[in-house]
């Protein structure tokens, strides 16, 4: 995907600022709670991580050493050429590690036959997200000081998304000697258990960290045992990447509380970084604004609703819009409250061949530009703030979602334009 220079730079500058910002959202337990309080009548997900970080609260449970492994996805709208925020993951931002795989890819093609092109390899921007990650992951380890545990990654009973995981083990065992086990929220529950002093052991190891690559969807939570195993991870004094408050911070509802005006100055001092964050949000509006709903009714295609989801393919477009939110305004009380409006972001189309199951095809196509963030605090000390790397995913312009997992997009690069 070809981007101007200028807005690569904004999204750049932008990670840190995000990144602090979820760590200060965060520890005001109250807006999380209030903010979500009409929401969680209606959805049981919501509600069900309410209650956990609820009982967090009332035992006073600090997290002393913090670690947001974040990614802030953004398009650039044709119309108005500005570069707008979609969302902000704080659980489980996936495609580390096979999108750096994919920039070394497209800069090593360019290298050999890019003068046929008229292309410039330099203008592919490095992308060492997966080692990045880790090493955020490896820090974290280091401040817990326990040279004996291990990190526990979190993964679905059976992952599809293996091989970008492996790449973070791969380098958080090669380059830093730290050893990475991967289980599910139920082996969790039936294999671990928390000490008196609060330290997790899972099938007899201590566990430092725990990574989350699953526990962001209401189908990760089939019994009550995985809810069980999230209690239990929350309860001890494992580092947790992320906590149920910054799981909290990511949900859409936030996002939209964020961008109404006044709030972000709540949990910011600084009026440049303020100014620059308030200049990326999309139009984003809660459902108790008759006067926005009315006008997504009449004009549903230039609004997306979006319920308190991740994981892609779960959003509603177009003609959709308007049924839904009749059938939700039919339904009366606070059904509205599972969703969000957000002003649709409209990307120019531009031709691109796009290789799926080892075939390709010529499509027009749209993109989507992800930037990581990582961020460690231990008490009062900040020790990593930084943008990470970047996720480059292009679909199929006709396609509404854009989840690569998903099965909507595919993996790609980013090119750098001077305009």
């Not at 800069?107 to 330099?122: A, E, P, V």
């Not at 972000?264 to 964050?277: C, S």
Request: proline letters at 3%; glycine letters at 6%.
């Amino acid at each position: 995907m070809h981007l101007p220079e200028s807005c690569w730079r904004q999204a750049c500058e932008l990670a840190p600022i995000f990144n602090e910002l979820v760590d200060r959202v965060s520890l005001d337990g109250d807006f999380l709670q209030d903010s979500l309080s009409k929401t969680k009548k209606v959805d049981d997900f919501t509600s069900r991580l309410l209650e956990i970080h609820r009982k967090m609260m009332e035992i006073n449970k600090e997290e002393n050493i913090r670690l947001g492994l974040h990614r802030s996805d953004y398009m650039l709208d044709s119309e108005t050429g500005s570069l707008l925020q979609i969302e902000l993951n704080t659980i489980s931002a996936s495609f580390p590690g096979l999108g750096s795989l994919v920039s070394e890819l497209h800069r090593t093609l360019i290298n050999q036959y890019g003068k046929l092109f008229c292309l410039d390899s330099k203008r592919i921007p490095g992308n060492a997200a997966s080692s990045r990650f880790a090493e955020a992951l490896a820090r974290a380890w280091h401040e817990f000081n326990v040279d004996s545990a291990v990190i526990m990654m979190i993964v679905q009973p059976e992952e599809r998304n293996m091989y970008d995981q492996y790449w973070l083990a791969k380098h958080l065992k090669e380059s830093h000697g730290i050893t990475t086990i991967r289980k599910t929220l139920s082996e969790v529950e039936a294999e671990g258990h928390v000490l008196p002093d609060g330290t997790l052991i899972i099938d007899g190891r201590t566990v430092s960290l725990v990574y989350f690559r699953a526990g962001y969807t209401p189908n990760d939570y089939p019994s009550e045992a995985e809810w069980n195993a999230r209690l239990l991870i929350e309860q001890s004094s494992a580092v947790k990447c992320p906590s149920i408050s910054y799981h909290l911070v990511g949900t859409k509802k936030i996002q939209q509380e964020l961008a109404k005006p006044n709030i972000l100055e709540r949990f910011l001092e600084n009026k440049e970084q303020i100014a620059k964050i308030c200049k990326c949000f999309a139009g984003l509006w809660s459902l108790d604004d008759e006067e926005i709903v009315k006008s997504a009714i009449q004009n549903p295609e230039l609004f997306v609703l979006k319920p308190q989801r991740e994981g892609g393919g779960n959003n509603i477009y177009g003609l959709d819009v308007r049924e839904t939110l009749i059938k939700l305004q039919k339904e009366g009380g606070d059904a509205l409250a599972a969703y969000i409006l957000m002003q649709r972001i409209f990307p120019k189309a531009s031709l691109a061949n796009l290789v799926r199951g080892g075939a390709c095809h010529e499509a027009l196509t749209i993109s989507e530009l992800g930037i990581y963030g990582a961020y460690l605090r231990n008490k009062d000390k900040v020790l990593m703030n930084d943008q990470s790397g970047y996720l480059m995913r292009t679909k199929v312009s006709s396609s509404d979602e854009g989840g690569v997992a998903a099965g909507f997009a595919v993996l790609d690069s980013l090119y750098l334009t001077d305009k």
